[in-house]
Nanobody
């Protein structure tokens, strides 16, 4: 199995920054897995935010390009999401996900493992 544990969420004012972390563990986890961040705001569907390959190739949703940066530390099996210039519309529960493949994916159905989520609230 694979366990994903997110941390780093909280309350921040608009224009501020937060860094989320996702620690992966479990015998089934592979450093080659494609890792992604998703978010879900109240009353809305889950949406892709950012993803990263094991060779550090990245992909971002248009809504966060230039403001968010995804990275990974393979030695620590940890993926990060640095969020800057936060806006109230970024308020959501943020989820880390792992896909048991190396290729990128932007839909939740293509991921095999999920964390429990961490709340990010941006006040105006």
């Amino acid at each position: 199995q694979v366990q994903l544990v997110e941390s780093g969420g909280g309350l921040v004012q608009a224009g501020g920054s937060l860094r989320l972390a996702c620690a992966a563990s479990g015998r089934a986890f592979r450093t080659t897995y494609y890792m992604g961040w998703f978010r879900q705001a109240p009353g809305k569907g889950r949406e892709f935010v950012a993803g990263i390959t094991w060779t550090a190739g990245t992909n971002y949703a248009d809504s966060v390009k230039g403001r968010f940066t995804i990275s990974r530390d393979s030695a620590r099996n940890t993926v990060y999401l640095q969020m800057s210039s936060l806006k109230p519309e970024d308020t959501a529960a943020y989820y880390c996900a792992a896909r048991s493949a190396m290729s990128p994916a932007v839909t939740g159905a293509e991921y095999n493992y999920w964390g429990q989520g961490t709340q990010v609230t941006v006040s105006s």
